[in-house]
């Protein structure tokens, strides 16, 4: 059984490489991790369909959760950015302030 501890994004990075760097192969090229990006967001777009479209499950398909479709793809683009030696914490740390910047007041804010 898995303890679940939160973790920050640099223990995340490392998990992953802990794991993938156990293995010969090690990671995937940057264009065969974008060919596993862009499968694990075509199986969260199918569950999303599959839940809120028009397009209901087979009764032969797995039950999947988007929860673990969107745990897939975190996994998929922590080892892209380990691959590429991208400090996600980093990354997302600018972004976060490029909309707080290019976007405040894009929105309609709610009243406080």
């Known amino acids: 059984m898995i303890m679940m501890v939160d973790k920050t994004l640099k223990q995340m990075q490392d998990e992953v490489d802990g794991y993938i760097t156990q293995f010969k192969t090690g990671y995937f ?3 065969g991790q974008m060919a596993r990006l862009t499968e694990e967001v075509g ?3 199918r569950e999303v369909n599959h839940y ?5 499950k087979k009764a032969s398909e797995e039950a999947k959760e988007i929860a673990e479709e969107l745990g897939d793809l975190l996994f998929v ?7 590429l030696d991208i ?3 980093h ?3 600018q972004v976060m302030e490029k909309f707080n910047q290019r ?3 894009r929105f309609e804010r709610k009243e406080n």
Not at 52 to 56: F, L, Q, R, S, T
Not at 77 to 83: K, L, V, Y
């Open 29 to 31: 090229s940057p264009l």
């Open 43 to 45: 199986e969260l777009a």
């Open 52 to 56: 809120y479209g028009e397009k209901p």
């Open 77 to 83: 683009t922590i080892s892209m950015a380990n691959s």
């Open 87 to 89: 400090d996600l914490t």
């Open 91 to 93: 990354s997302f740390n």
């Open 103 to 105: 976007d405040k007041n």
